[in-house]
């Protein structure tokens, strides 16, 4: 045989295979499908059902995605930073032409269940359809109902700007095949209603686990190891554990103050900033009561990671940076947390033995000093006390020092913060 009939053949082979391997993809990514009628009417919505979908919105933070800063609100055109490029949210009003005013409540129910759009094309999992695949045809329904009610907004849908291959369906499809499938959500029956009430919240709607889930290089959530905590993806805030007591876990804490987290944003432990914030403001504050205890019983029931060996000693310090950390301190930060790191009940929270200040990773506190940080304004704490942001005054060496002599001081026991850390903007 001829070497040109032989690498003709060669390729014939390696074609076949890429063809078998492109329809095993196609029918991996159809498995499990609901058949949808496009010609179907829009769904008659009763007043009670347009009522829970606006309450499944705030649940699922849809605006916190769909709605961009300055921008009508749930018109998209919000740019979610990944490491495979920036995808930019769709616009969900009902208009015909740039929104969703031609969809159908099946189409509403495959992009949730099924991460389809309207045409079929396969939809980026920034939209945590990995999550939503859980939301029950009824809740979706709701949901799609409440959407309908939204004025129109005509704004056409961003490209997305991602890297080759990932802007590809081919590589979108290989990348289901992997790491997708579509589910349903399973109440157990060993557990309470209220206790499935809150898996639902804060799996499903809530999506959690899209930040506090740890990825792999992907970007495919590790459903199996849970809610162990992450860098969140494009940016420069960490995730904490909700099932690590060092971290973000509630197991030990009161229920009621789970809830008065989940609602006010503070509690007398502890504050939330940065992302977490804008989750509490945008949606987990107008939550019912009764939905805010299923969470705080859900978190609260979390199976906790071991409990980790005291950690040794620390490495001994730069006794040059933490004099300089020391003097900034003292210049900046004590006029609010403190000498002795012991803040003000209710106003500015104690920097001794604060497990934010203790997290490994010290990416928040690097964020909050450069940039500031607000808990967010509720019903339960509508004038917030923040910190300013240094960044303008501290230059990355500068706030290496105060976060190194901060993690050392008054019991605290952290690692040195390096200039390198401090550089993250």
């Known amino acids: 045989m001829s070497a040109r009939r032989l690498a003709l053949r060669t390729l014939l082979v390696l074609a076949l295979l890429l063809a078998g391997l492109a329809a095993a993809v196609v029918l991996l990514n159809l498995r499990g499908e609901d058949p949808v009628d496009d010609a179907a009417s829009p769904l008659a919505a009763t007043p009670g059902q347009i ?78 359809y990995t999550s939503f695949t859980q939301i029950t045809r009824e809740d979706s329904d709701a949901l799609f109902a409440w959407l309908r009610t939204l004025p129109p907004v005509a704004q056409a849908n961003r490209a997305h700007t991602l890297r080759f291959p990932y802007d590809t369906q081919a590589a979108l499809a290989v990348w289901r095949a992997l790491f997708f499938r579509p589910g349903r959500f399973e109440p157990q029956a060993q557990q309470s209603a209220e206790w499935n009430r809150g898996a639902y919240l804060v799996g499903a709607l809530g999506h959690c686990i899209a930040c506090h889930g ?26 904490p554990a909700l099932d690590a007591p060092a971290e973000a876990g509630v197991a030990g804490w009161p229920t009621g103050e789970v809830v008065a987290l989940l609602k006010n944003g503070v509690t007398r432990h502890a504050s939330v900033v940065g992302p977490m914030a804008e989750v509490v403001y945008r949606s987990t504050q107008h939550l019912s009561d009764a939905d805010l205890q299923a969470m705080a019983v859900y978190l609260q029931a979390l199976p906790q990671q071991d409990t980790p060996p005291p950690p040794p000693p620390p490495a001994r310090r730069n006794d040059t940076l933490m004099l300089r950390g020391e003097k900034i301190y003292a210049q900046q930060c004590a006029w609010c947390h403190g000498d002795q790191g012991e803040g003000v009940a209710g106003a500015f929270p104690p920097l001794a033995g604060n497990r934010a200040v203790n997290l490994a990773n010290p990416a928040n506190l ?45 019991g605290n026991a952290a690692a040195q913060v390096t200039p390198r850390q401090a550089m993250q903007r």
Not at 214 to 239: I, Q, S
Not at 370 to 388: D, E, F, I, Q, S
Not at 397 to 402: L, R, S
């Open 51 to 128: 009522e829970r979908g606006r309450q499944l919105a705030l649940a699922g933070n849809c605006a916190g995605c769909h709605t961009a800063r300055g921008g009508a609100a749930y018109a998209g055109g919000r740019g979610i930073e990944t490491p495979f490029g920036t995808i930019y949210a769709s616009n969900l009003t009902p208009e015909p032409l740039t929104g969703i005013g031609l969809w159908n409540a099946g189409h509403f129910w495959r992009a949730l269940h099924h991460g389809r759009s309207r045409d079929g094309r396969l939809l980026y999992p920034a939209f945590p």
């Open 214 to 239: 740890g990825r792999n290089a992907l970007g495919a959530t590790d459903t199996a190891r849970g809610f162990v905590g992450g860098m969140l993806p494009g940016e420069n805030w960490y995730a």
């Open 366 to 410: 690097v964020q909050v000093v450069r940039r500031g940080g607000y808990p967010p304004a509720t019903a339960g704490n509508p004038r917030p006390y923040g910190m300013p942001p240094f960044g303008h005054v501290l230059g990355d060496e500068d706030i290496a020092a105060v976060l190194s002599y901060v993690r050392a001081s008054w």
